[in-house]
């Protein structure tokens, strides 16, 4: 459907507008493998301890400005440019480079001879492949309907099935089916394409949500949201969901804080833990939102030390994010203002620390992806130029964090090469004893401020002979099928050098079946808050200790529900209030007032008040089990909680895709 958006063009005006300029490699184009020459000296100095504010590299000179980046599961990095001859847009076609960032050095330039891949949308398919939807047909503002897939296996470029019409400046999304969504990207100038569609890899064809047309910004930042819908954080400050399901549907989602917030960025930092930061005037504030809460609602934290636009946020194997980039001038993408310190937030304070500053201006089409030994590569910049002037930056820079200066890195001696989702897995390694939290951090495909394909995901695990066990998610909507980089992270905060990993299809699509999702629901629905981490470790390995053993993990579960029933933080404040659960006081030996205990349940479980004859229904049961088992009341109470928790209407609050 051709939608006319000239009411969103004021405000996503220096988008729409962006101009071109040539960019010409002439006689230095890549036509073999080469090693990039000798690294410029870096043109500002690195300050202070490393441990404290991490290191950068000199700039290596790529000769392209990497605009589309992505790291591939053989841990090599493929991007392209805006491709254009003699100052003008080429039509039908891309160069496109793979390198290898531990030698330096180029291993091909694999020829797209169809398409112009630039300002198209992308993220990786569970294979492996990585799935191009759109691209420039000649000028700005005119989308291609092409879809392109990279086999980095061989290096080469495929045409799949188009989309309904072009889309320039579309964001993707993986999906928990292995599918992946596209949605917005124009057509053409000031006509938005408004039909999401969703790419079946089985097939290689696209199924559209007829029934969720709508239009959004220009890259809107798509996140896969435990429940299945995918969570359109930004940058608009009116936020929302989409069901992919059938014709698809969009819902409401809560209005963040901060404005419009055009070139900031988006993370998910946690399972439905949601971070926006920067981005708009521009701003230097950050914003959180839980989306796995039944009513969210998204609140300040720390701000950045600087406002910044034009930034990009990278999900680092500790868990926190890190910021590169931007500008704090006005206008679209200003080179006065230049912001070169980077930031890491930490999740677990919720606040900023600064970092050690880059050599140069990363500002429009600049882009950074973790690599596999904890480094981050930043790159681009400067094509076109930016406000006040700006070259363009064909150099590329590694940031190494503080981690990497805080000892010894624990090693992997043995991973596998695959697994399916809530497999438990032995990962070989020296270090057992001291490795203190094990990551999944997805490969990264990025462009434009936001960065489609990254995911993270905290793994249970525990010490075994010659290494750890470790318990991948058991939801396809919490770890998506695909390549991750598997982390070791030891109790000084350092990681190993990433193992990839293959996760393949989950069981389950609904979240409460994974063990770490389910102990933090416990928290949520019976204390109102966020577990405290010790207390999340110790209940999710309470069920994980369950291995691949499927008849043993709903007992584990029952075991961890009962164990919420039973703690002070739940009974103490309602026995000091005199609480119908307790009082009166329940016969001898009955642990609670049944009828009160399932209007709990009720409560708790199902987020509502149970209705006359539902209480009455489970009231009874309870009561004729507890006639014929008195000297086993516990296990009546067990079944009734295990029946709510096995029930419709409790799954249902977790799986709405």
């Known amino acids: 459907m051709l939608t006319n958006i ?112 630039f300002c198209s949308g992308h993220s990786f398919l569970p294979d492996g492949r990585l799935l191009v939807a759109g691209g420039h047909q000649g000028a700005d503002n005119f989308g291609e309907p092409h879809t392109n897939i990279f086999d980095p296996a061989t290096n080469t470029w495929t045409r799949a099935q188009d989309m309904n019409a072009g889309r320039w400046y579309p964001t993707t999304c993986p999906l928990g089916t292995g599918e992946a969504l596209v949605v917005s990207g124009t057509i053409q100038p000031s006509v938005l394409n408004t039909l999401p569609q969703v790419f079946q890899p089985g097939s290689g064809t696209w199924r559209s949500l007829t029934s969720a047309q709508q239009g959004l910004q220009l890259y809107p930042w798509m996140l896969l949201a435990p429940n299945g819908r995918v969570f359109n954080s930004g ?41 926006i930061a920067g981005g708009g005037a521009p701003t230097n504030t950050a ?49 006065i203002g230049s912001v070169f310190a980077a930031e890491d937030w930490n999740p677990s304070t919720e606040t900023w620390t600064t ?78 004893s001291s490795i203190s939290k094990v990551t999944l951090v997805r490969l990264s495909s990025v462009t434009h401020s936001f960065n489609q394909n990254q995911h993270i995901n905290v ?80 209940w999710t390995n309470n069920i994980t200790t369950c291995g691949n053993t499927a008849t043993c993990y709903g007992q584990k579960r029952l075991n961890v529900a009962r164990a919420f029933w039973e703690s002070g933080e739940f009974q103490d404040p309602l026995r000091a209030n005199n609480d119908p659960l307790f009082f009166p006081t329940p016969p001898g030996g009955i642990e609670y007032n049944t009828e009160e205990f399932v209007k709990k349940c009720y409560r708790i479980y199902l987020r509502k008040e149970g209705e006359a004859g539902g209480v009455a229904f489970w009231r009874n049961g309870l009561n004729s089990c507890i006639a014929q088992n008195p000297s086993n009341t516990s296990q009546c109470y067990n079944n009734t909680i295990n029946a709510f928790l096995l029930a419709g209407d409790y799954r249902n609050r977790f799986s709405k895709p």
């Open 6 to 117: 000239s009411s969103l063009v004021g405000k996503y005006r220096r988008t729409l507008l962006a101009l071109g300029c040539a960019f010409l490699l002439g006689s230095q184009l890549l036509t073999t493998p080469r090693t990039v020459a000798n690294a410029t000296a870096a043109a500002r100095a690195f300050q202070g301890d490393p441990s404290v504010v991490g290191q950068w590299s000199a700039t290596l000179d790529l000769g392209v400005v990497t605009i589309h980046t992505h790291l591939l599961p053989t841990g090599k990095v493929l991007f392209w440019s805006r491709q254009q001859n003699g100052g003008g847009d080429a039509l039908g076609f891309s160069q496109t480079y793979t390198f290898d960032p531990v030698t330096n050095s180029f291993l091909a330039f694999p020829f797209n001879s169809t398409t112009n891949l």
């Open 459 to 538: 793994l249970s695990f525990r010490q075994a002979a010659g290494g750890l066990n470790v318990s991948l998610p058991r939801s396809g909507t919490l770890c998506p099928p695909g390549h991750y980089m598997l982390f070791l992270v030891n109790s000084s905060g350092v990681p190993s050098v990433a193992s990839i990993i293959q996760v393949t299809s989950a069981a389950s699509q609904n979240a409460i079946d994974d063990s770490r999702y389910f102990v933090r629901q416990q928290y949520y629905d019976f204390f109102n808050r966020e577990p405290d981490d010790p207390g999340l470790a110790f």
């Open 287 to 335: 914003e959180v939102v839980n989306i796995s809460r039944e009513t969210p609602a998204w609140r300040f934290v720390g701000s950045m030390a600087f406002t910044r636009r034009q930034m990009n946020a990278t999900l680092l194997p500790d868990g926190h994010v890190l910021v590169t980039g931007g500008t704090s001038g006005g206008n679209f993408s200003n080179a």
């Open 355 to 432: 970092l050690a500053s880059m050599a140069e201006r990363r500002l429009y089409h600049s882009t950074a992806i973790l690599l596999p030994d904890g480094r981050v590569m930043v790159g681009g910049g400067g094509f076109p130029a930016s406000d006040n002037g700006d070259s363009n930056h064909t150099t590329i820079q590694y940031f190494s964090p503080p981690y990497l200066f805080r000892g010894a890195r624990p090693s992997i001696t043995s991973a596998p090469a695959s697994a399916g989702g809530g497999e438990q897995i032995f990962v070989g390694t020296p270090n057992a």
């Open 235 to 275: 940058p608009d400050q009116f936020t929302r969901y989409l069901a992919t399901s059938g014709t698809g549907a969009w819902s409401d989602g809560p209005t963040s804080n901060g404005g419009f917030r055009d070139y900031g960025s988006s993370v998910m930092y946690d399972d439905g833990k949601v971070l």
